[in-house]
């Protein structure tokens, strides 16, 4: 039997940092079937965090660095060389800008080979962007119909950008994915957290997000002190970049609320599987997301969560947590209260369930599968086009 040649594939992405549309990324490219394809990844950044884990894996990293005004103005032609020099049978854009520059480099390597775009937020308007954000969402737009696919990582991403001006057949949905064997219930990793950590035997909510307005801290943090003049044996542990006592915000809100000796703040933590094994629930208090990923991974370790309604976080948990409306902390407080009251019995049940739902729905295996399966049909539709 004659082995086929692995279809070579480019994925030009934004940035290898570590939010998380890259660690998606890492994620399929450490499970795409190298005999099937021969993956390159471009970022129009440096290399980051994610870069090198992604050349540990043998895949080649070019690195644009379009930080500087000399780069940006070259990069699209150094990316046209690279396309016409390895000929890919195929092209994945990764976030905004990584679309917009694997179109441009594409159109100057004159090159036939399907181009698919990869949205992984949601869309709430131009106004939210940056401005220099607003123009490459607007050319995304208007390209989507003259390219052959479409990726969004959640049904709500899809929607809304279909609202703003997207198009063309190839849209789809793959949802986030997620490492069901690495994110997993894991008692004797909580407790030597906790003991790092020096909780005993309190209750713990966890909200594990970078600081950003979007990411509702402080509504957290309001709900958090409605939790606490109920129940004043519940820790609140926050995680991510900028969730650090270096924060004037964050503290000067804790200050204010009196919830300072009930309140952890612990930055960005490389142990995130082992702490969501500390929480008995977490928390999302976002007031925009597509399909956060913070929710998958603290459900496939077995945790329930309470989320706000948005993006596709409604589908996400269905009826392993609870949903309430975003920027009402009050109906925060009183979801979380609602789990806390539940026997310890009741709540494990809980996220049992949330951790099944996971694995039925999101397992990291099964979205590789279904980007495979997507690079595979555009590849034999090019050909007979």
Not at 79 to 107: K, P
Not at 117 to 141: C, D, H, K, M, P
Not at 263 to 281: C, H, P
Request: net charge positive; proline share 4%.
């Amino acid at each position: 039997m004659i082995r086929q040649k692995a279809k070579s594939v480019l994925f030009v992405t934004t940035t290898l940092g570590t939010g998380g549309a890259e660690q998606m990324l890492l994620k399929i490219l450490q499970r795409l079937d190298r005999d099937q394809f021969d993956p390159v990844v471009v970022s129009l950044l440096d290399e980051g965090t994610v870069g090198k884990k992604i050349k540990a894996l043998g895949i080649p990293v070019i690195c644009l660095r379009m930080d500087r005004l000399v780069h940006i103005l070259a990069a699209p032609f150094v990316l046209g060389r690279l396309i016409q020099q390895h000929r890919f049978d195929l092209i994945q854009g990764w976030m905004y800008h990584g679309n917009l520059l694997a179109w441009l480099g594409r159109f100057l390597a004159n090159s036939h080979a399907p181009l698919s775009f990869g949205v992984r937020q949601s869309f709430y308007g131009l106004s939210r962007e940056r401005f220099n954000t607003r123009w490459v969402i607007r050319a995304n737009a208007w390209l989507s119909e003259r390219v052959q696919g479409c990726v969004f990582n959640s049904f709500f991403s899809l929607e809304t950008h279909r609202n703003f001006g997207f198009g063309g057949s190839g849209m789809r949905v793959i949802p986030n994915g997620f490492d069901v064997e690495t994110f997993a219930p894991c008692p004797e990793k909580g407790v030597a957290v906790r003991s790092a950590l020096q909780i005993a035997d309190e209750l713990v909510v966890g909200m594990v997000a970078r600081f950003h307005p979007v990411k509702g801290h402080h509504d957290f943090l309001r709900a958090a002190k409605v939790v606490h003049q109920h129940r004043p044996d519940v820790k609140f542990l926050l995680a991510g970049t900028g969730v650090t006592e270096k924060s004037p915000q964050l503290m000067a809100w804790i200050d204010e609320l009196g919830i300072a000796k009930a309140v952890l703040l612990l930055g960005e933590r490389s142990d995130i599987s082992d702490l969501n094994n500390v929480f008995d629930i977490a928390c999302l208090a976002s007031k925009a997301e597509a399909f956060p990923n913070a929710i998958g991974e603290s459900m496939a370790c077995g945790v329930p969560c309470v989320v706000t309604d948005v993006g596709d976080c409604a589908d996400i948990v269905g009826p392993t947590g609870r949903v309430v409306r975003a920027g009402e902390p009050e109906l925060l407080a009183m979801a979380m209260l609602e789990l806390l009251e539940m026997a310890p019995e009741d709540r494990q049940s809980l996220g049992r369930a949330a951790r099944r739902r996971i694995m039925e729905r999101f397992d990291m295996d099964r979205v590789a599968q279904h980007y495979g399966e997507c690079f595979h049909t555009l590849v034999s539709k090019a050909k007979t086009s």
